[in-house]
C-alpha cells in the first residue's frame, strides 16, 4: 500500500527566504506526482505535475522534482512571500492513474 | 468555466439522517472522485469513476454511495449519518486518457458535522 509522507509538518520563514519542502513514498511504481495548495477553508489548487518520466517541473517561482528510485519529490520555492503562506500537499498517482494518496501536507508561514 | 462545483458548502446532519452531496463539472473530465479531509490527515478516497456508468471504491467507502449516470455529475450519497462522517468532503475531476492522467481539479469543499 502507497504511504506518502511530507516533512516538516509545519515551515515559518522570513520574507525572501528560498526553501524546500519534501514529500516521500513508499512505493517507486508511480504513474505522476502532482503538488498542491490550500488555503484555509478552500479547496486544493493544483501548482505542478510532474509525469513519472519526467524529472522535474517549473511555474515561475516555484520546481518540483521527482527522483523516483528514491521514492522523493521536492518543492523548492524561491524568494518567499507571504501570500504564499498555506498549506502545501504532495499525491501520488498509481501506476493505473484512477488513485492519488495525498500526503498530511507541510503548513507555510512567510513571515513580512 | 465554473471548474467543479460542489454544494452545500455547509451541511449539519443528526445521528441516523441521509443526504447527498452534489458534484458537477463543466470540463469534460472523464475521471472523478470523492475525498474526505480529516484535521492534520491527507486526503483520503471514498470513490472514484472513470466515465458515466462506471464506479469503483476507494480506501474509505464505508456508508457511502455514489452514481455516475453523466460525465458532468458524481453525487456522494450518505447514508445513516455517524459522527465518523463529520469531514470536509471534496469532489475532484481530471482528464485521463490511460497513457496520461491530468491534473486534478478540485471543488471548494463542503463541511459536514453529523451530531
Known amino acids: 500500500k502507497q504511504e506518502v509522507t511530507q516533512i516538516p509538518a509545519a515551515l515559518s520563514v522570513p520574507e525572501g527566504e528560498n526553501l524546500v519542502l519534501n514529500c516521500s513514498f513508499t512505493d517507486s511504481a508511480i504513474y505522476n506526482l502532482q503538488w498542491f495548495r490550500q488555503d484555509p477553508g478552500k479547496g486544493l489548487t493544483s501548482l505542478l505535475l510532474i509525469q513519472s518520466s519526467q524529472r522535474e517541473q517549473t511555474s515561475g517561482r516555484l520546481n518540483a522534482s521527482l527522483d523516483k528510485s528514491s521514492g522523493r519529490s521536492t518543492l523548492y520555492i524561491a524568494a518567499s512571500q507571504p501570500g504564499d503562506s498555506a498549506t502545501y500537499l504532495c499525491?501520488?498517482?498509481?501506476?493505473?492513474?484512477?488513485?492519488?494518496?495525498f500526503g498530511p501536507g507541510t503548513r507555510l508561514s512567510v513571515l513580512p | 468555466n465554473a471548474g467543479v462545483t460542489q454544494t452545500p458548502k455547509f451541511r449539519i446532519l443528526k445521528i441516523g439522517q441521509s443526504m447527498t452531496l452534489q458534484c458537477a463539472q463543466d470540463?469534460?473530465?472523464?475521471?472523478m472522485y470523492w475525498y474526505r479531509q480529516d484535521p492534520g490527515m491527507g486526503l483520503k478516497l471514498i470513490y472514484y469513476?472513470?466515465?458515466?456508468?462506471?464506479?469503483d471504491k476507494g480506501e474509505v467507502p464505508n456508508g457511502y454511495n455514489v452514481s455516475r449516470s453523466t460525465t458532468e455529475d458524481f453525487p456522494l450519497r450518505l447514508e445513516l449519518a455517524a459522527p465518523s462522517q463529520t469531514s470536509v468532503y471534496f469532489c475532484a475531476s481530471s482528464y485521463s486518457t490511460g497513457w496520461n492522467t491530468g491534473e486534478l481539479f478540485f471543488g471548494e469543499g463542503s463541511r459536514l458535522t453529523v451530531l
Open positions: 470540463m469534460n473530465h472523464n475521471y
Open positions: 499525491a501520488v498517482g498509481d501506476f493505473y492513474g484512477q488513485n492519488f494518496v
Open positions: 469513476s472513470v466515465g458515466a456508468g462506471i464506479t
